[in-house]
């Protein structure tokens, strides 16, 4: 009892030859459709009993056809009765004994979505009738998220807690479509005519979604940046859609049980800006400029620093500018180059300390006026 597989793989026009009428994926669907109502083509579309052209309701002998990138439910009182997730055609058969309820389709179905199989499994017997969807196994792109304030977290590199106001987006895959019906999809999308769309700003379900992943990217930004394998550099965030990703993904995963219990994964994302609060930014640029006098760049950025200082005092202060900045050059070795000896002078405090004895021993008679003048004109280099 199930469904029997007509054609594997990709189906087209001579599938649709031999089939005058069958039920598939709707058109003009938007490429962020994530689950939806079967609807019949051919030419019996509409007539007899079933007079609703967006009826998805298939009985002995309907012919399905699976696109690819796409997964066929099929549904009986709200439980799920059979799941194909390989492309070709179906014949739904309930009385037949060769028919199967669930397809591989060369390892597309993953030991998840067989576990979860295995525990929602239809326990009876299928009746004649059964509600057809199909379910996106597709990347479903276009999902925004974004701050109104900043969101603070710890930064293993600048080894404080940093701040931005960001946004982007991510793209979503349902990785387990029997979790995601049975335990995120409303009721109200399980009718014909209803797409569950992610992106649909009237879906609950899709802004409760975005209100976790707001909630989760200071925990992301803090899984990435001190992750020792991405260099914990926050500024590679935007070069790294996968990278952070799986670092978004691992945060609504410990937050929400987005996979393990709704079926669902970030897979990639795209930060659009991050715009970081005037104390983070001031250690970046303190982070740059450690950078810039790091190892034989930085010694040239160095010269060159000191080349600029060297005008600017000739400019502003004259030769005694100048000679400022030289004294500063010969003490820093600039650029490794050799640098004149000269006479190191004589520190102020010995030559005050020699007029104070000198001056003592005039006092006490030790010595004359003249030897005091003698001394004081030599420790001043008169």
Same mark, same amino acid.
């Not at 066929?72 to 055609?89: K, R």
């Not at 975005?210 to 020792?228: H, I, K, M, Q, T």
């Not at 000679?323 to 006479?343: E, F, K, R």
């Not at 300390?353 to 003048?373: C, N, R, S």
């Given at each position: 009892?199930?469904?029997?597989?007509?054609?594997?793989?990709?189906? !087209? $026009?001579?599938?649709?030859? /031999?089939?005058?009428? +069958?039920?598939?994926?709707?058109?003009? #669907? %938007?490429?962020?459709?994530?689950?939806?109502?079967?609807?019949?083509?051919?030419?019996?579309?509409?007539?007899?009993?079933?007079?609703?052209?967006?009826?998805?309701?298939?009985?002995?002998?309907?012919?399905?056809?699976?696109?690819?990138?796409?997964?066929?439910?099929?549904?009986?009182?709200?439980?799920?009765?059979?799941?194909?997730?390989?492309?070709?055609?179906?014949?739904?058969?309930?009385?037949?004994?060769?028919?199967?309820?669930?397809?591989?389709?060369?390892?597309?179905?993953?030991?998840?979505?067989?576990?979860?199989?295995?525990?929602?499994?239809? !326990? $009876?017997?299928?009746?004649? /009738?059964?509600?057809? +969807?199909?379910?996106?196994?597709?990347? #479903? %792109?276009?999902?925004?998220?974004?701050?109104?304030?900043?969101?603070?977290?710890?930064?293993?590199?600048?080894?404080?807690?940093?701040?931005?106001?960001?946004?982007?987006?991510?793209?979503?895959?349902?990785?387990?479509?029997?979790?995601?019906?049975?335990?995120?999809?409303?009721?109200?999308?399980?009718?014909?005519?209803?797409?569950?769309?992610?992106?649909?700003?009237?879906?609950?379900?899709?802004?409760?979604?975005?209100?976790?992943?707001?909630?989760?990217?200071?925990?992301?930004?803090?899984?990435?940046?001190?992750?020792?394998?991405?260099?914990?550099?926050?500024?590679?965030?935007?070069?790294?859609?996968?990278? +952070?990703?799986?670092?978004?993904?691992?945060?609504?995963?410990?937050?929400?049980?987005?996979?393990?219990?709704?079926?669902?994964?970030?897979?990639?994302?795209?930060?659009?800006?991050?715009?970081?609060?005037?104390?983070?930014?001031?250690?970046?640029?303190?982070?740059?400029?450690?950078?810039?006098?790091?190892?034989?760049?930085?010694?040239?950025?160095?010269?060159?620093?000191?080349?600029?200082?060297?005008?600017?005092?000739?400019?502003?202060?004259?030769?005694?500018?100048?000679?400022?900045?030289?004294?500063?050059?010969?003490?820093?070795?600039?650029?490794?180059?050799?640098?004149?000896?000269?006479?190191?002078?004589?520190?102020?405090?010995?030559?005050?300390?020699?007029?104070?004895?000198?001056?003592?021993?005039?006092?006490?008679?030790?010595?004359?006026?003249?030897?005091?003048?003698?001394?004081?004109?030599?420790?001043?280099?008169?």
């Amino acid at each position: 009892m199930g469904l029997i597989q007509a054609v594997k793989g990709a189906v !087209g $026009g001579v599938l649709a030859d /031999q089939w005058k009428d +069958f039920y598939t994926v709707p058109n003009g #669907l %938007p490429s962020t459709a994530a689950l939806f109502a079967a609807v019949p083509r051919g030419t019996n579309a509409g007539r007899g009993s079933n007079t609703s052209g967006s009826s998805n309701i298939i009985s002995n002998g309907s012919k399905i056809v699976v696109p690819e990138g796409y997964g066929l439910l099929l549904m009986q009182d709200g439980a799920i009765t059979a799941f194909v997730a390989e492309a070709g055609g179906y014949e739904w058969r309930s009385d037949d004994l060769n028919s199967q309820s669930i397809f591989a389709g060369d390892g597309i179905v993953t030991p998840l979505i067989k576990q979860s199989w295995e525990r929602f499994k239809f !326990g $009876g017997q299928p009746g004649a /009738q059964q509600a057809a +969807f199909f379910v996106s196994l597709k990347e #479903l %792109p276009d999902n925004r998220f974004g701050t109104q304030s900043e969101i603070y977290w710890d930064d293993a590199f600048l080894n404080t807690q940093v701040g931005a106001v960001t946004r982007g987006s991510y793209t979503l895959k349902i990785e387990d479509p029997i979790l995601f019906v049975k335990n995120f999809v409303p009721a109200a999308y399980l009718q014909p005519g209803k797409v569950f769309d992610f992106t649909d700003m009237d879906n609950a379900a899709a802004n409760q979604l975005f209100n976790e992943v707001v909630s989760s990217l200071a925990p992301a930004f803090s899984l990435y940046s001190n992750d020792p394998a991405k260099g914990n550099r926050i500024t590679k965030l935007q070069q790294d859609s996968l990278g +952070f990703a799986q670092s978004l993904s691992a945060a609504v995963e410990q937050g929400y049980q987005w996979k393990s219990d709704r079926g669902l994964a970030i897979v990639k994302t795209a930060i659009v800006s991050i715009e970081y609060d005037a104390n983070t930014r001031e250690l970046l640029k303190t982070v740059q400029r450690a950078d810039a006098l790091a190892g034989t760049r930085g010694n040239s950025n160095l010269q060159a620093s000191v080349a600029q200082g060297i005008q600017s005092a000739g400019e502003n202060g004259g030769a005694a500018g100048l000679m400022g900045i030289g004294m500063a050059s010969g003490m820093m070795g600039v650029g490794n180059l050799q640098q004149p000896a000269t006479p190191a002078a004589a520190p102020v405090d010995d030559t005050v300390a020699k007029l104070k004895k000198a001056k003592e021993m005039l006092d006490l008679g030790l010595i004359t006026q003249a030897d005091y003048d003698a001394a004081k004109a030599k420790a001043l280099g008169l």
